[in-house]
Every structure is written in structure tokens, then in C-alpha cells.
């Protein structure tokens, strides 16, 4: 750890002695490396273990610039370790950063024809607004970028069109698959009775069950998007980015479902059909001119 103030002392003495223009990317890069952890990591117990290693490096530092001998052994020590214990609760930040440096590189193979869409809305829609209106727990994940193959072999696969009779008769209780998420990919049900992994989060309300739960983590590990209807109260929630957004009713329903099934795809036909009408406005143009 010795060595590592050293070089902090080395950088910050070439950054003002010596200013290059490599210094100053270098301390963009690391600032916007740093910025990204803390919003990672933001309104979680992370943060706080985050801040805490921050200020026992800064204390070590000091201790060390005091001359405060055994303070300063003791600081180091503990950091030293803490950065191996920093790699273990920091596991789910750190698989979640690398799945967004991954996402990146994904394409978005959702596309859909605007009829489809529109009944693939509906028939969600008013499947979700029949379980609520029955009071019938319901989970229904909608995969993105990020695969949920793990969540998917957990459960009883279907690999069926997506409908709404469909999606309230798996909810039904007391039948073989009511108990669990039903998890879809673009416009098929892939698969029910998936088990999914529990949030962490310690200040949520107690109204909230295992199912809000269950929602919640698979939307804080994955940038999957979850619906969760409540069985005790019939409340329609949605989690996405490990945030509960609840009370939904029919007209929020509809528009968060159309944001994920009516986005603008641009692929080939849409380029060609741009640049025909393009070219058919330039020809309209210059014989006007003429």
C-alpha cells in the first residue's frame, strides 16, 4: 500500500510539474471510471462500504504523514485485506457493469410488425388487468439485452405465442404452473414457474411479499422489465433497474407495455425507404426549378 501512495505521489508530481495532454485523459478516464462506480452503486449498502474504504485510506494516509507509526501499520493492514473483501461484496455490482459493457455490443433483434405489436400489447394488457381485478398473484418478466437462461431452466418450458387466455390460465390457482414467473422473449412465452433470485434491498415496505421481492432482484441483476401483480391487494406493479414504480393502471399498463413492443427499428428497409423518399424529394424539387 506503501507503493501505492508513492505512485498517487508520483502522478499528482508529473500532473503539476510536467502537465501533458496524456494527464489530462488519463484523469478523465479515471474520473469517469469512478463516476460510473458511484452511480453503480448508488442508493445500495455498497455505497456505504464504498465510502468507508475511501475514508480509511484517507486516514491511512494521514496517519502515514503524521508519522503516526502503529495507526498507520494498522490502516494498512486493513486495507490491504479490504481489497480482496471489496471484490466479494462487491460481486453482484461487479457482474452488473460488466453485463452493461456487454449490452453495448448487443442488437436489439426486437422487431416487430406495428399490427403484431399492437396485439401483443393488448392481449398483456388485459390479461394482467383480469389477474388484478381477480386479485391473482401474477410475475411476468420481459427478457432484453441481458439473457435469462439461468432464470428460464429453472422452470417448465412453453416456447408458445404470446396470449392473453394464455397468460391468465398459467396464473390460475392451484394449477401445476401458477406458482412462479413466466418469463417472455420478444413475442413467445418462453417459459413458467421460474424461480427467481430474491432482492437484497433491506428498506422495502413490509406490505411487499416474495413476489415484489422476487421482481425486484431479477430487475436489479438483468435489465429485464417486471410486472408483478399483487394477490393481497390486486395493485399492479413494475420493477425495472431494482426500482418499484406501483399503482399502475390501465393507461400506464399499456404505455410501458407499448414501450418495450413499439420502438422505432431502423434496419435496412427503413434506410431504404429514407433515402427513396429522399431522392424522390430532391427529383421533385429540382423540376420544380426548372
Known amino acids: 500500500m506503501k507503493s501505492f501512495?508513492?505512485?498517487?505521489?508520483?502522478?499528482?508530481?508529473n500532473i503539476f510539474n510536467r502537465p501533458q495532454l496524456k494527464d489530462g485523459l488519463d484523469i478523465l478516464i479515471v474520473a469517469f471510471i469512478?463516476?460510473?462506480?458511484?452511480?453503480?452503486?448508488?442508493?445500495?449498502?455498497?455505497?456505504?462500504v464504498l465510502k468507508g474504504f475511501g475514508v480509511l485510506i484517507i486516514v491511512s494516509w494521514l496517519s502515514g504523514f503524521l508519522g503516526l507509526v502503529t495507526l498507520n501499520w494498522l490502516l494498512l493492514n486493513i486495507v490491504n485485506n479490504g481489497s480482496v473483501v471489496l471484490l466479494i461484496l462487491f460481486q453482484p455490482e461487479i457482474r452488473r457493469a460488466l453485463e452493461r459493457i456487454g449490452r453495448?455490443?448487443?442488437?436489439?433483434?426486437?422487431?416487430?410488425?406495428?399490427?403484431?405489436?399492437?396485439?401483443?400489447?393488448?392481449?398483456?394488457?388485459?390479461?394482467?388487468?383480469?389477474?388484478?381485478?381477480?386479485?391473482?398473484?401474477a410475475l411476468v418478466v420481459f427478457e432484453q439485452k441481458t439473457g435469462l437462461k439461468d432464470y428460464i431452466d429453472t422452470g417448465t418450458i412453453l416456447d408458445s405465442e404470446i396470449s392473453g387466455p394464455l397468460l391468465?390460465?398459467?396464473?390460475?390457482?392451484?394449477?401445476?404452473?401458477?406458482?412462479?414467473?413466466?418469463i417472455i422473449r420478444d413475442d413467445r412465452i418462453v417459459a413458467a414457474a421460474c424461480v427467481l433470485s430474491l432482492?437484497?434491498?433491506?428498506?422495502?415496505?413490509r406490505d411487499l411479499g416474495t413476489r415484489h421481492r422476487a421482481g425486484l432482484g431479477a430487475?436489479?441483476?438483468t435489465d429485464a422489465v417486471?410486472?408483478?401483480?399483487?394477490?393481497?391487494?390486486?395493485?399492479?406493479?413494475?420493477?425495472?433497474?431494482?426500482?418499484?414504480?406501483?399503482?399502475?393502471?390501465?393507461?400506464?399498463?399499456?404505455?410501458?407495455?407499448?414501450?418495450l413492443y413499439q420502438r422505432e427499428q431502423y434496419g435496412f428497409?427503413?434506410?431504404?425507404?429514407?433515402?427513396?423518399?429522399?431522392?424522390?424529394?430532391?427529383?421533385?424539387?429540382k423540376n420544380e426549378q426548372q
Do not use: C
Open 219 to 221: 430487475s436489479e441483476t
Open 269 to 285: 428497409k427503413q434506410l431504404g425507404a429514407w433515402m427513396t423518399g429522399r431522392f424522390n424529394a430532391l427529383r421533385k424539387q
Open 199 to 205: 432482492s437484497d434491498q433491506s428498506n422495502l415496505s
Open 34 to 48: 469512478l463516476y460510473q462506480l458511484f452511480m453503480l452503486t448508488r442508493g445500495t449498502r455498497a455505497s456505504q
Open 5 to 13: 501512495f508513492d505512485q498517487i505521489g508520483a502522478f499528482f508530481w
Open 168 to 182: 391468465t390460465n398459467i396464473f390460475e390457482p392451484n394449477t401445476p404452473l401458477h406458482d412462479g414467473a413466466v
Open 104 to 137: 453495448g455490443a448487443n442488437i436489439d433483434r426486437s422487431v416487430y410488425d406495428k399490427d403484431e405489436s399492437v396485439r401483443i400489447v393488448n392481449e398483456i394488457t388485459q390479461s394482467l388487468l383480469t389477474l388484478s381485478r381477480r386479485r391473482v398473484g
Open 226 to 259: 417486471v410486472f408483478i401483480v399483487s394477490e393481497e391487494t390486486g395493485i399492479i406493479s413494475m420493477a425495472q433497474g431494482g426500482r418499484l414504480t406501483r399503482h399502475l393502471d390501465a393507461d400506464a399498463l399499456n404505455k410501458a407495455l407499448s414501450g
